[in-house]
C-alpha cells in the first residue's frame, strides 16, 4: 500500500490526500453521506484530535466539528486555554453514517470494519503531521487508535504509547450533551483533561 513519506512538500502531500479521500471506497458509507469530511488544521499541528465520525451539520459543511458537539468542543478547549486554530482536528471515520427519521437524519455508530477500512487515512494523516500528541475523543476514536477496543475509563488521564506516538484519551464533547447527571462536573473534568494535555503539548 502506498504510503506517504513525512518531509517533503506536506502541503501538496495533504492535498492530494484530501483530494482522493473524496471518491474513498474502502467502505459503503461513501454511499452514505454527502461528502467525505477530510481533517482540518496545520500540518505542524503539535495536538492532533480524533472523533468519532462527521454529524449531520459536518457532512453538510464539509468540515470536522462544526455542530452541536463542535460547539461543546470549542467552549471546552477555550475554558482549557487550547487554541483550536493551532490543532488539527479529524475524525475516525470520515463519512456520516446515519438512519433517516422523517426528515431527521439520526446518527448511528461506525461499526468495527468501518473504522478499520477508514483508519489508512488517519494513519496517512498522523505520518503527515506527527504530532507530539494525538487526543482519542471517545471510545471509537481510542479503538481506531490502539486498534482495539478500550473502555474510557481504563485508559483516561494518561499517555499512551501507540505507534501514533504519544496519546491520551478523553471523552467525547456530544456525550457532556447527552450526560444526565452530574453534568457540569463532567464537563469540567473534560476542560481539565484539554488543560492538562494542552500544556503538555507545549
Ligand atoms: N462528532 C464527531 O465525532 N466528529 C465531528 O466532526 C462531529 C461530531
Known amino acids: ?11 501538496a502531500a495533504w492535498e492530494a490526500l484530501v483530494a482522493e479521500a473524496r471518491s474513498c471506497t474502502r467502505c459503503d458509507l461513501y454511499k452514505c453521506g454527502t461528502q ?7 500540518l505542524d499541528a503539535r495536538l492532533l484530535f480524533v472523533g468519532e465520525q462527521p454529524g449531520d451539520q459536518e457532512d453538510l459543511a464539509g468540515r470536522p466539528f462544526v455542530g452541536p458537539a463542535g460547539g461543546v468542543f470549542d467552549k471546552a478547549l477555550a475554558d482549557a486555554g ?11 471515520v470520515k463519512h456520516f453514517k446515519f438512519e433517516r427519521r422523517g426528515k431527521r437524519r439520526i446518527h448511528s455508530k461506525p461499526d468495527g470494519p468501518e473504522i478499520t477500512a477508514c483508519r489508512w487515512w488517519l494513519e496517512q494523516e498522523l505520518a503527515l503531521i506527527r504530532p507530539p500528541i494525538t487526543v482519542a475523543l471517545g471510545a471509537t476514536a481510542a479503538r481506531s487508535l490502539f486498534g482495539k477496543a478500550v473502555t474510557i475509563s481504563a485508559t483516561r488521564g494518561k499517555p ?8 491520551w484519551v ?4 456530544s456525550f457532556l ?4 447527571d452530574n453534568r457540569e462536573e463532567e ?3 473534560f476542560v481539565e483533561d484539554l488543560h492538562a494535555i494542552g500544556e503538555r503539548a507545549k
Open 1 to 11: 500500500e502506498k504510503r506517504l513519506q513525512p518531509g517533503g512538500n506536506a502541503l
Open 36 to 42: 467525505t469530511v477530510f481533517g482540518e488544521g496545520p
Open 82 to 92: 487550547v487554541d483550536r486554530a493551532a490543532t488539527y482536528v479529524t475524525n475516525a
Open 160 to 167: 499512551h504509547a501507540l505507534e501514533a506516538g504519544e496519546t
Open 170 to 173: 478523553t471523552v467525547h464533547p
Open 177 to 180: 450533551l447527552r450526560v444526565r
Open 187 to 189: 464537563y469540567a473534568r
